[in-house]
């Protein structure tokens, strides 16, 4: 199994600002995915980050608002851009080692926008 | 866009009872999974079915993925408090984006 450490677990900012959150894979993963999630609602895919390239976006995100880093195949950052008060919810760093494989989550990071 | 429809949403039942959760979407599929998710916690994976027709058990929970992998349940036999969580449904293709889509999740509450 893959232990993933994510970090911040939580934030309090100021509409805005910019909050870069971390995510560090214990060993080498193929895939590496963020997601934002409501309380007790599902998860929403943000992007696929792609190592040594650019993330791939879903519909409704993009990268000027959601930047991605991936310099290599156990770390990965999201960052949430000049944040409003629609941007809090809870963030979560997955990665995965092969299609269909289990897919690990990080511990989350719940953010709220003041 | 490939969408995973849960039903029902909410779901609230005394312990002992069963309980079917359904995950229906128009797309194949080459893998589906299910997750529990605790309040704080990522979701944990239960189950992994790629074939068409499979079904899987583990301990009181059955698991079946359709025919056309398209769709897929999970039965309970007399649910206990600790199955209390969210239930989401995840389905991956192999190929091309090969992106990892939840379903719209089912929260199920066990009363003792």
């Known amino acids: 199994s893959a232990v993933i450490s994510q970090k911040p677990s939580r934030d309090i900012c100021q509409r805005g600002t910019s909050l870069t959150i971390q995510c560090q894979v214990d060993s080498q993963v193929t895939m590496m995915f963020w997601y934002r999630q409501q309380p007790g609602q599902s998860l929403t895919l943000i992007a696929t980050?792609?190592?040594?390239?650019?993330?791939?976006?879903e519909s409704g995100f993009v990268i000027d608002k959601f930047p991605i880093s991936r310099p290599n195949l156990t770390f990965s950052t999201l960052t949430v851009s000049n944040m409003s008060p629609e941007d809090s919810s809870i963030y979560l760093c997955s990665a995965q080692r092969g299609v269909g494989e289990k897919l690990f989550f990080g511990s989350g990071t719940q953010l709220s926008v003041l | 866009t490939q969408l995973l429809e849960q039903s029902p949403q909410f779901l609230s039942i005394q312990e002992g009872e069963n309980l079917t959760v359904y995950c229906n979407s128009s797309s194949v599929f080459s893998s589906l999974q299910w997750y529990r998710q605790e309040p704080g916690e990522g979701p944990v994976l239960l189950v992994t079915?790629?074939?068409?027709?499979e079904v899987k058990k583990l301990k009181r929970l059955t698991f079946q993925f359709g025919d056309a992998r398209k769709d897929s349940s999970l039965h309970i036999t007399a649910a206990q408090p600790g199955d209390t969580g969210l239930y989401l449904c995840?389905?991956?293709?192999?190929?091309?984006?090969?992106?990892?889509?939840f379903g719209t999740g089912t929260k199920l509450q066990v009363i003792p």
């Open positions: 995840a389905g991956q293709n192999s190929g091309g984006y090969q992106k990892v889509t």
């Open positions: 980050a792609n190592q040594g390239s650019e993330a791939t976006y």
């Open positions: 079915v790629v074939t068409g027709g």
